[in-house]
């Protein structure tokens, strides 16, 4: 069982810069590929980025290539999504999710899902 929390949403004005962190709870962290998802309202939940296991070998949705980083450190069992150059479209509920699956970019491949939190991009 892994619990997954996620921080560091909130009100940024376009161009801005913000990094999301998940806290994950279990030993087994680090043998979970890590995922970040976002649904903004009216849409449908998006695949973001991932992030293998080992934190060799990461994925971006072309939206936010250039502009999102997402990255691990297994020792404090915690995933991040640094944000820069922030655009009002990125405004939505910011998910991150464990799995063991190898398409990193299907939610059906993540077991453990946080509550999520809210990014709201100003333009």
């Known amino acids: 069982q892994v619990q997954l929390v996620e921080s560091g949403g909130g009100l940024v004005q376009a161009g801005g810069s913000l990094r999301l962190s998940c806290a994950a709870s279990g030993r087994t962290f680090s043998s979970y590929a890590m995922g970040w998802f976002r649904q903004a309202p009216g849409k449908e939940r998006e695949f973001v980025a991932a992030?293998?296991?080992?934190?060799?070998?990461?994925y971006n949705a072309d939206s936010v290539k250039g502009r999102f980083t997402i990255s691990r450190d297994n020792a404090k069992n915690t995933v991040y999504l640094q944000m820069n150059s922030l655009k009002p479209e990125d405004t939505a509920v910011y998910y991150c999710?464990?799995?063991?699956?190898?398409?990193?970019?299907?939610?059906?491949?993540?077991?453990?899902w946080g509550q999520g939190t809210q990014v709201t991009v100003s333009s």
């Open positions: 999710a464990a799995g063991r699956g190898i398409v990193v970019v299907a939610e059906r491949t993540y077991d453990y």
């Open positions: 992030i293998s296991w080992s934190g060799g070998n990461t």
